[in-house]
């Protein structure tokens, strides 16, 4: 996924944007929450690829097929399957993709082909009172945490925290899909735990940090993400929130340094609950001794007093929860449980 590379991307962003862009936007008053309108089958969806490039010409087949398979009709971005390095194009180009989307009729809702990085390079180019006047679904994960942030801290539209277009459609995720988005089931998030053949069972377990219950719009994703952009107009308002995060491919030191970053900058004292998904692949590196993920947790966490769980399936897990983000909702950190307590569509 090449996430390493988001900070270094940051900063070429900020070098490569006018100044001018970046000081003109600032967090609006979001008070008045702003629901995307409802999904249909028969809709025709955007697929675009805001971040990394993909390498795969099959990636594009399977993730169009994807979303046929849901029902829906597809368009494709214009610069969907362009390459600039790393980049799947220009930082214009794919801004104009996510803008165009949003400004045409047709479109109902936006997918992310995958994640990767660049998307924070793009943010000064999004046009917010556009978006805002065309609310829609923004679907994605991972590096699409960036467009969630930003979308919910300039707009206050409510976004989906959720597979990618290129990404796993099995059926669990595919039958979330439905209950949220065609059913608009006021939907409940608590992690499946097949039994299997063991006598205890060990898949998709929870431990609570802290027990007891919270309320609060529900706002975070891919940590890594979210703290590049810390100090940023894009970062949210965490006030009286709950707070949810999950990683990949990260070094527990990694972790407790981006960790120490929220404390630092507010967010964990302004939250109400904290719910941490899946971190794959953040096993202790060689050389010096290391904090386990667990006891990073624990040292930030449990300071807090608010109700605390980990292990959701939330990140980069095959099936995984569509949280919708700037939703409220109630977490249950002694049975490992979201419970929306709103409708999410206008």
């Not at 900020?14 to 003109?24: D, I, R, V, Y």
């Not at 494709?76 to 989307?101: P, Q, V």
């Not at 039994?195 to 529900?218: C, E, F, H, M, P």
């Not at 491919?249 to 960790?259: A, L, Q, T």
Request: net charge negative; hydrophobic share 40%; aromatic share 8%.
């Amino acid at each position: 996924m090449q996430k390493r590379t988001f900070l270094k991307s940051l900063l070429l962003a900020s070098a490569a944007a006018p100044f001018s862009s970046l000081a003109g936007q600032k967090k609006v008053n979001v008070a008045d929450q702003i629901l995307p309108r409802s999904l249909a089958k028969g809709d025709t969806v955007g697929l675009i690829s805001p971040s990394a490039a993909t390498a795969d010409r099959m990636q594009f087949t399977f993730a169009k097929e994807a979303m046929e398979g849901l029902g829906f009709q597809v368009k494709e971005g214009a610069n969907l399957k362009n390459r600039r390095g790393h980049l799947a194009g220009t930082d214009e180009e794919r801004a104009a993709d996510l803008n165009g989307m949003f400004a045409d009729p047709e479109i109902a809702a936006v997918v992310c082909i995958r994640g990767g990085s660049g998307a924070a390079r793009i943010l000064p180019f999004l046009d917010y009172d556009l978006i805002k006047k065309n609310p829609k679904p923004l679907l994605g994960y991972s590096d699409i945490t960036a467009l969630h942030c930003a979308i919910q801290s300039q707009t206050g539209l409510v976004s989906f925290h959720g597979p990618n277009g290129s990404g796993s459609w099995n059926s669990f995720n595919v039958d979330q899909f439905e209950k949220i988005f065609f059913d608009q089931e006021q939907a409940t998030f608590e992690n499946v735990m097949p039994k299997g053949d063991d006598l205890v069972v060990k898949a998709n377990r929870i431990q609570t940090l802290k027990g007891g219950t919270a309320s609060g719009k529900l706002l975070g994703g891919n940590l890594t993400v979210l703290t590049a952009l810390s100090g940023t107009p894009y970062y949210p308002d965490f006030q009286d929130s709950i707070l949810f995060i999950e990683d990949i491919g990260e070094d527990p030191y990694r972790i407790d340094r981006m960790m120490s970053t929220l404390k630092l900058n507010g967010t964990l004292d302004a939250v109400r609950g904290v719910v941490f998904g899946q971190c794959t692949d953040c096993t202790p590196g060689g050389g010096y001794g290391s904090l386990t993920v667990d006891q990073v947790m624990d040292d930030y966490l449990l300071p807090l007093g608010v109700p605390a769980y980990t292990g959701a399936m939330i990140g980069h897990v095959p099936k995984q929860f569509i949280i919708p983000v700037g939703a409220m909702a109630t977490m249950d950190a002694d049975n490992g449980r979201i419970s929306l307590d709103q409708k999410l569509f206008s």
